[in-house]
């Protein structure tokens, strides 16, 4: 059974840096073809990806915030780790880890199987 | 502005067919990328409705079905039931970008 699930602060002040973990279990991610991504949805609004990592090791930025995010693995401990720095208001969002399972490096194929339920982060002094 | 365009709202009575389009451009869509769905309800995660364009996993009706044509996609609904009333949303791959895109989502009403 795969299960992912978020952890992190509920509130972080403008410019702090804010740490999130996702941790799973039901799957390794060193196995070849798994990876897991982290995505956000700012309170009414759409869905948008930020960053992935893969089973070699391999991370994937969203071009808008790729030089505030962070993402690592720790697969002894099954966890992924996204960093955000310079964290503002329009940050506040839900941020939700996701698995990607697939035979290969096949980037135009990737979806998310496996969802975790998403931690509710707001950005306010 | 969502790289993959969705209308913001569609509507339909119980038993009826709706569609929601998910338009993508040539870097996307266009390109031969697969074109996946989510189904969302308030204050829960996404879930997986439609994968590689048409495919549906376990457990999701076969009322549910995808198509794909060009550089756009769609999913309809059929025989429309209550508890359909949710948001769904495509996703695929930008090859300009080199990430992974989603709509900006759809609001579907049961009326």
């Known amino acids: 059974q795969v299960t992912l699930r978020e952890s992190g602060p509920a509130l972080v002040k403008p410019t702090q840096t804010l740490t999130l973990t996702c941790t799973f279990s039901g799957f390794s991610l060193s196995t070849t073809g798994m990876c897991v991504s982290w995505i956000r949805q700012p309170p009414g609004k759409a869905l948008e990806w930020l960053a992935l990592?893969?089973?070699?090791?391999?991370?994937y930025y969203s071009t808008s915030l790729k030089t505030r995010l962070t993402i690592s693995k720790d697969t002894s401990k099954n966890q992924v780790v996204l960093t955000m720095a310079n964290m503002d208001p329009v940050d506040t969002a839900t941020y939700y880890c996701?698995?990607?399972?697939?035979?290969?490096?096949?980037?135009?194929?990737?979806?998310?199987?496996?969802w975790g339920q998403g931690t509710l982060v707001t950005v306010s002094s | 502005q969502s790289v993959l365009t969705q209308p913001p709202s569609v509507s339909g009575a119980p038993g009826q067919r709706v569609t929601i389009s998910c338009t993508g451009s040539s870097s996307n869509i266009g390109a031969g990328y697969d074109v996946h769905w989510y189904q969302q309800f308030p204050g829960t995660a996404p879930k997986l409705l439609i994968y590689g364009n048409t495919n549906r996993p376990s457990g999701v009706p076969d009322r549910f079905s995808g198509s794909k044509s060009g550089t756009s996609a769609s999913l309809a609904i059929t025989g429309l039931q209550a508890e359909d009333e949710a948001d769904y949303y495509c996703q695929s791959y930008d090859i300009s970008l080199r990430v992974w895109v989603f709509g900006g989502g759809t609001k579907l009403t049961v009326l």
């Open positions: 990592i893969d089973w070699d090791d391999d991370r």
């Open positions: 996701a698995r990607i399972r697939s035979s290969g490096w096949y980037p135009g194929k990737y979806y998310f199987d496996y």
